[in-house]
């Protein structure tokens, strides 16, 4: 082999070696793709569970936080009722510390009209008296109104119901198409003897506490005016003025308060009054009607379910002052005198004058009136101030012609009121603040409703 023949087989065996190479590299390229597992990327799914998991984080922590946000803004509302109940509690002693604050009231629905709420009340106010009554079973009380009520409560701010009271009855709620005060005398009669005079006059008084506690109100307002008041003074009234009475109106008056002052009002309290409570709607108590077990039974469910027999009840009395004051005076919680007109503030029904409580007939239009009874009242003369269809203060606001007109009157600048002007005027003159208090007011209407 010459060296031409040598260099030509070495060649030819470097391009065998190479082919021999590619061709192990593609058997070894097959084979370990062969060996290998593998699947498609699922991208979209996997960035879709990633969002979802951080979505439901941050609505945790939203969710955390408002949680938390919330409980903190309920520690300063609770604060806040609680200062409120503590305030209205020292109006309830009698003592002038802080005035009392009260109206009679109308239109209590809790609809879609912000007035028809209790909450729509000024918070300092210490009680309202349902003007003409509730009129609804405790049964068919709305949840607004519960709600509501509930409410009002927490701001110490107490409830009653009142009316013109001349006849057993009275004030009892209809059922179906009959009246409360129909069905009443249906079931106890009118024999106009003494002795059932007397009886139908302590049953009434059982049955309207009965009724009243059930719809978890807090007592009485008795309106009582034997020779004014509009009822008929040709018939016969067991409580005033009329013809047919085997008792006189004083007397039947005063059996009644003295047994529905077992159940409201100052004479009992602590075991004594929680016992009379218990009585009250206890259907085998010996000296009831046995038709006074309807009552009974309709209504002590809600008594037990609201634990009522530790609750506080109060009775109050307006109208004329032909009462006994000496007889019932220890029965009576406040007294709500009627002395309407401009310039009139009234002597005090007893020798504690604040216990007595002057008032404003806002349905006449005399609104300026309360300014006088609220200086009265920061002068110690009366216990504090109220209006007769309080409701209607409701529109009143410092922009009213006549609240404007006041103030330009007495030189008065700053007022910020947008509802209830003559009453938180009242107020502010009573028991006023500091100007540095006074600020930063700003009035709010907050209506909280049942979730």
């Known amino acids: 082999m010459n060296h031409y023949e040598q260099n030509t087989l070495t060649m030819k065996d470097t391009r065998h070696l190479k082919q021999i190479r590619n061709i192990g590299l593609c058997v070894l390229g097959l084979w370990m793709a062969n060996c290998v597992k ?74 879609a009209l912000e007035q ?13 008296s349902l003007w003409g009554g509730y009129g ?51 079931k106890y009669g009118e024999e106009r003897t003494k002795p059932n005079e007397t009886f139908r006059c302590e049953i009434y008084a059982r049955d309207l506490a009965r009724y009243i506690i059930a719809c978890g109100l807090d007592g009485f307002d008795i309106d009582w005016e034997p020779n004014i008041g509009n009822h008929s003074h040709s018939g016969y009234n067991e409580f005033a003025s009329g013809v047919g009475n085997a008792n006189t109106y004083k007397e039947n008056m005063i059996t009644f308060i ?46 037990e379910k609201g634990n009522y027999v530790e609750k506080k009840y109060y009775l109050l009395y307006d109208g004329e002052s032909q009462l006994d004051f000496g007889l019932n005076d220890s029965y009576i919680s406040k007294y709500i005198m009627q002395d309407y007109g401009n310039g009139r503030v009234d002597s005090p029904f007893t020798n504690n004058k604040f216990k ?56 008065i600048t700053g007022r ?6 003559w009453l938180r005027e009242a107020i502010r003159i009573i028991d006023p603040r500091s100007n540095e208090e006074y600020k930063d007011f700003k009035e709010v209407l907050n209506i909280k409703k049942p979730k």
């Open 38 to 111: 593998t699947e498609p990327l699922d991208i979209e799914k996997d960035y879709t569970k990633a969002m979802t998991e951080r979505a439901q984080q941050e609505q945790k922590q939203e969710a955390e936080a408002k949680a938390k946000a919330e409980a903190e803004a309920d520690k300063k509302w609770d604060a806040y009722y609680q200062m409120l109940t503590e305030y209205k509690e020292k109006a309830w002693k009698n003592t002038g510390e802080k005035p009392f604050i009260y109206m009679w009231w109308t239109g209590w629905r809790a609809n």
């Open 116 to 128: 028809t709420w209790l909450q729509s009340i000024p918070d300092t106010t210490t009680a309202v």
């Open 136 to 186: 609804k079973q405790p049964a068919d009380m709305s949840e607004n109104e519960k709600f509501d009520l509930e409410m009002f409560h927490k701001k110490g701010s107490k409830v009653f119901v009142c009316w013109q009271v001349s006849n057993v009855g009275q004030g009892l709620p209809s059922e179906g198409n009959k009246s409360g005060f129909a069905l009443f005398r249906e």
């Open 258 to 303: 003295q047994e529905i002052g077992k159940y409201f009002g100052e004479k009992y309290s602590g075991e004594e009054r929680k016992q009379h409570l218990r009585n009250l709607f206890d259907e085998n108590h010996s000296g009831y009607h046995e038709k006074e077990k309807e009552y009974i039974r309709a209504y002590k469910p809600f008594f």
């Open 356 to 411: 007595s409580i002057s008032t404003s007939e806002f349905e006449k239009g005399e609104f300026l009136s309360i300014i006088r009874k609220a200086q009265a009242a920061k002068a110690g003369d009366v216990g504090g101030v109220g209006s007769y269809h309080g409701e209607l203060d409701f529109t009143h606001s410092a922009e009213s012609a006549l609240f404007k007109g006041y103030m330009q009157s007495n030189k």
């Open 416 to 421: 910020k009121y947008k509802h209830y002007a």
